[in-house]
């Protein structure tokens, strides 16, 4: 199997000592408000939906009662709000007013293409060891999925919370039934989201092999080049190719960045699995 | 008997009865006088055989409403000094006869202790209940049933609820402990003083039915709200079945109903019986909110329902009546309109037919949840399997030379590739 990738994270001895930046510190900075005010969502929302539980009725007594859990859900969704419209903003600008390549086809893009089809299949294969693991783009299929879970769940919960905030507003377009149907969308799509995120995307992203026990990238921006070689070969060798390694090249992460990311990191699972753990306990109770 | 009558009748025999006191000194003025006995019963150490006080406060019991009798007209049987070492009880009843007559149909008819003391206190020193040195003075009337209906042990040994904790912590207990309302109700305005029947008794203040009436003769206008209700017209069609007073406040322990604890703790009484009403409400928004509590405002049952003029909806003058959802919504909700008040409070999503938007939007939000999750998590578990199967296959050869089995193409393939 000569294509097969070593799926080891020990690091070479004979390290190039190359980094490569692969996040902005824009989409860092996306990155950490969407992880700090979901972590702030799930851990408001859960003791909403599973207000019969015996933590939730502990927890709201804890910070002030329902109208605290209130004020700080609703604090944290205008917060992921703005930053969607921004990150919205940010697309088009880039695709459509300054005509960027790659932002809505191409390799470079979120938007799914056959070879995804082609690498869900192929991968699937190699967990069955039916056939080799396939060599990934800049954004590999789950991660596509990971995104365009996350943009239909904010358009979604997004819409159905503001519904409930504003209901007597939204009653001006949306039929009665309506108001009572956003509730279960918000509460099912919003459990979908957690569990999603801190059972799937916290296993692939982080808590795999490859990135145990956490993907750093997304912190510090950047991944040396034996990582980037390893997890996206393709990418690696279409940048080579092109010329275009040297201008992404990137400083090594400073000591206290690779701290900081790691202890706002281990907290975000440490709550993340915590909120799994009391949302598996109320739902299967 | 109208009570108007009977009052009079019971000040007229009280009259007759204290004028009959008072005219029995006067026959027996040649035999002992208070005086008299008070000359070894003022000694305040003197005790009897077994070592029991025997003293009376001569000046304390002049200031007692029997102050102006002579202990001989009690101790009967006392007729010259010196008298016997055993004397009889003394026997309230000779005065006091309509007051013994109610008791004894009562539930403490068969008391051990001396029936009229017990409530009363010590018999030298009884005063009117209007003096607050009175044992059934009303700011003194829960300790002096409590002595009794507390857990002190008394209670239980008897079989006896534990009333007292559960009053004294009410909204009555509580005015009139902390404020001093002399209107606020003890426990005789509930249950009677000297006439007590079981609530089990059709007699009985206390009993079932009558409780509207009870609790009315201070709440009259709840009274009137609670009998133009459905509850109020089927306890007076005679259905026991529907709540009153106490099924939804509690007998003792009543809550001021504004109060946060109430609002907790009241919606699940209704639910004891609108079973189906209540589970369909906790699918909701406003229950969810509700039960965690700090948020008292979430609409309770009877924020839409009234909580005593409670009507059916199709009752014009009911608040959930179509027409006057606006209204009814409107007090929380400003700005509630025709089409915000068709959202259905007691909605239920898995009921295709009542409500079937929502039945198909509960079903496709499930399906998605249980399809995403379900293949996800196969997906993860594969892939971990598979991903550690790889590391653990191909790291003994990395971490030294020659102790795992001799290299494949597979690691030649990865040297290459990464030296690329």
Request: proline share 6%; charged share 15%; with cysteine.
């Amino acid at each position: 199997m000569p294509e097969l990738a070593p799926a080891n994270r020990i690091p070479e001895p004979a390290t190039t000592g190359r980094y490569f930046v692969r996040f902005t510190r824009a989409q860092r900075w996306m990155h950490a408000v969407l992880f700090s005010t979901f972590l702030g969502l799930a851990a408001t929302g859960l003791p909403m939906r599973f207000s019969e539980s015996f933590w939730a009725r502990k927890f709201a007594s804890g910070v002030g009662g329902f109208g605290a859990i209130l004020f700080f859900h609703k604090f944290c969704a205008i917060a992921l709000t703005v930053a969607f419209l921004i990150h919205v903003k940010d697309i088009f600008q880039r695709g459509l007013v300054n005509r960027e390549k790659g932002i809505f086809w191409g390799p470079t893009s979120m938007v799914a293409n056959w070879k995804d089809a082609k690498d869900l299949f192929g991968h699937m294969r190699w967990f069955l060891g039916l056939g080799p693991k396939p060599k990934f783009e800049r954004y590999a299929y789950w991660e596509k999925f990971d995104y365009w879970a996350v943009f239909w769940g904010m358009i979604v919960i997004g819409f159905s919370g503001y519904a409930m905030w504003f209901a007597p507003f939204f009653a001006h377009f949306l039929p009665g039934w309506a108001l009572n149907a956003v509730l279960i969308i918000h509460s099912e799509e919003g459990l979908l989201a957690i569990l999603f995120i801190f059972a799937i995307h916290f296993v692939n992203t982080h808590l795999r092999p490859d990135s145990f026990p956490m993907d750093m990238v997304i912190f510090t921006g950047v991944e040396s080049e034996e990582e980037f070689q390893h997890k996206r070969p393709l990418e690696y060798q279409r940048m080579a190719a092109e010329g275009k390694l040297s201008p992404r090249l990137g400083q090594a992460p400073p000591i206290w960045l690779l701290n900081f990311s790691r202890v706002v990191g281990y907290a975000a699972i440490f709550i993340g699995l915590l909120l799994l753990v009391l949302t598996l306990s109320a739902y299967f109770s | 008997m109208t009570v108007a009558a009977r009052k009079k009748l019971q000040l007229f025999v009280r009259i007759a009865s204290i004028a009959a006191c008072l005219a029995v000194p006067s026959l027996a003025s040649h035999s002992l006088s208070a005086q008299d006995c008070l000359t070894c019963h003022g000694d305040s150490n003197m005790t009897d055989s077994a070592g029991h006080s025997i003293a009376v406060d001569g000046q304390k019991f002049a200031s007692s409403i029997h102050g102006s009798l002579q202990c001989i007209n009690c101790h009967t049987d006392i007729k010259a000094y010196p008298h016997p070492d055993n004397i009889a009880p003394v026997d309230c009843k000779t005065c006091h006869a309509d007051q013994a007559d109610q008791l004894k149909g009562s539930v403490h008819a068969d008391g051990k202790d001396h029936p009229c003391t017990s409530c009363h206190g010590v018999a030298h020193y009884i005063f009117p209940k209007t003096d607050a040195r009175s044992a059934v003075y009303p700011l003194n009337v829960p300790k002096t049933c409590g002595q009794c209906h507390s857990n002190n042990g008394m209670a239980g040994k008897h079989g006896l609820p534990s009333v007292y904790p559960n009053y004294i912590d009410s909204i009555h207990g509580f005015a009139l402990s902390k404020e001093g309302l002399l209107v606020a109700a003890n426990c005789q305005s509930c249950h009677g003083s000297h006439h007590i029947l079981s609530r089990k008794d059709p007699q009985s203040p206390t009993y079932k039915s009558n409780v509207p009436k009870t609790c009315g003769a201070c709440h009259a206008k709840i009274d009137a709200d609670y009998e133009q209700g459905i509850h109020g017209k089927a306890i007076a069609k005679g259905d026991l079945n529907a709540p009153v007073c106490t099924d939804c406040h509690t007998a003792h322990a009543i809550l001021q109903p504004t109060e946060a604890a109430f609002r907790m703790q009241s919606t699940p009484i209704c639910g004891n019986c609108h079973k189906e009403k209540f589970s369909t409400y906790r699918d909701t928004f406003h229950s969810q909110l509700g039960s965690l509590g700090g948020y008292v405002e979430t609409a309770r049952c009877w924020d839409c329902h009234q909580a005593h003029d409670v009507r059916p909806a199709s009752d014009p003058s009911s608040p959930i009546n179509q027409a006057n959802l606006v209204i009814t919504c409107g007090r929380c909700h400003s700005g509630a309109n025709l089409s915000f008040v068709q959202y259905q409070p007691h909605a239920n999503a898995h009921d295709r037919k009542l409500s079937p938007g929502l039945f198909y939007v509960r079903l496709f939000m499930n399906l998605l949840l249980a399809s995403v999750l379900t293949f996800f998590m196969i997906h993860t578990i594969l892939w971990l399997i598979r991903s550690r199967y790889q590391q653990v296959k191909s790291s003994p050869r990395r971490a030294g030379n020659g102790t795992g089995k001799p290299a494949n193409g597979g690691t030649n393939a990865a040297k290459g590739d990464n030296n690329a």
